[in-house]
């Protein structure tokens, strides 16, 4: 039957079976009115071009595939209050004009996507001037191969109030995508292998990003024209090529990078035109570069990291500097502290003479193990000419911090 029972005298539930009464999600929701639910049992539908125009719960019973075939995006949520959960999506199509998704939020509030795996799509999740909705618990695996043909895992443009949560996202052109989104929070995913970013920031300001590990993916995030930005607790890794890195920031104002891991990157992170950062409590470890902080960025203060086993600890394209280092632990750090009071008696200079001509001229960094640069350095070290004299830390610590 199309009703299995009444909850309420307003509220049901619809039953969609492959060979039952219902056999579309589409006329169940035809059928269906606000608060009801609607349970889709196992099976493949090959539906797309859904409308969602009323608040109802679907809810998949052993993951039901909803295959779109390649024809276009599978749900379209136009109400708000919606609920989708426990469904796999599978099959929208790529296209170089629109951006079909999985599931397409759109201009609504208070809807959950909750739980739902996703496989081979060009968009998963897409939500559009959309708010106070959450996107949590879901596996986001696409197979793209190269930019040009991809699509992003979860995708928020003009948003706010948005909480993106417990996700795996693998495989998309972009992990998670957000432009004109303000005060939303990205926490607890895993974002790895994807082309470009594990993470995008564009002109979103006023959001948090906290406990997730970008691993593996063309770079780590990108955080790009935005401010007010809290970073925390995040695992970088894995990032490598010529432009990765673990995190980017570009043109950024007012924002915080707290107790993050940043391992064996090309980049640990790559600072330009960004002005009143604090950056504490990480740590660098194995990376290419630890920091690139370039002349342009204002007011930066990075305290109290721990820097070890990185090939170069800082690099900068200019002798001069407005931002300042601190209290940091470096293990290329050859001081001594004579009053035991845990910092160094010598200060230390992070930015080597060898990083400078590599900055300058890209080639010479296969002279990064010689003995010439080793004594380059030593020399720069003793009487310091060329590397940057206000880029110092006075209080370099003997041990690392945690």
Known sequence: MALLWNSSLTATVLEVYPAGQIQTLASAIRLARDGDTIRVNAGTYREYNIRVDRAVTIEGKD?????????????????SGVTISGLHFTGTPVSFIKEPAAILLNNVRDC???????????????????????????????????????????????????VIENNLVRGHRDGVYLEFVTNSTIIENHSEHNLRYGLHFMYSDSC???????????AGVAVMYTHHVEMI?????????????????????????????????????????????????????????????MANCLGDDIVNNDFIDNSFQVATNSRQTNSSFSGNYWSTYRGFDLNRDG?????????????????????????????LISALDLAERVLPTL????????????????
Request: charged share 15%; net charge negative; with cysteine.
């Open 343 to 371: 910092f160094g008696d010598v200060p230390y200079r992070p930015v080597s003479l060898f990083s400078l001509l590599v900055e300058s001229n890209p080639p010479t960094l296969v002279l990064l193990r010689s003995l």
């Open 208 to 218: 948090r990003y906290e406990h997730n590990a970008f691993v593996g993916n063309g």
């Open 233 to 293: 607790d995040n695992d970088f890794q894995d990032s490598w090529g010529g432009a990765s890195y673990g995190l980017l920031l570009k043109d950024i104002r007012f924002s915080e990078i707290i107790n993050n891991r940043f391992t064996a990157n090309s980049i640990g992170i790559h600072i330009e035109g960004s002005d009143n950062i604090h950056i504490e409590h990480n740590r660098f470890v194995g990376n290419g570069w630890a920091i690139k902080i």
């Open 387 to 402: 590397t940057p004299e206000a880029l110092v830390d006075s209080k370099p610590r003997m041990r690392p911090i945690g």
């Open 63 to 79: 993951f039901p595939t909803l295959d779109a075939a390649g024809q276009g995006q599978i749900l379209e949520i136009v109400a």
């Open 112 to 162: 959950r996507i909750l739980n739902n795996q996703f496989t081979a799509n060009f968009f998963a999740v897409y939500a559009a001037k959309s708010h106070h909705c959450s996107i949590a618990g879901n596996r986001i695996v696409g197979n793209a191969t190269d930019l040009t043909s991809a699509g992003n895992g979860v995708h928020l443009w003009y948003c706010h109030d948005m």
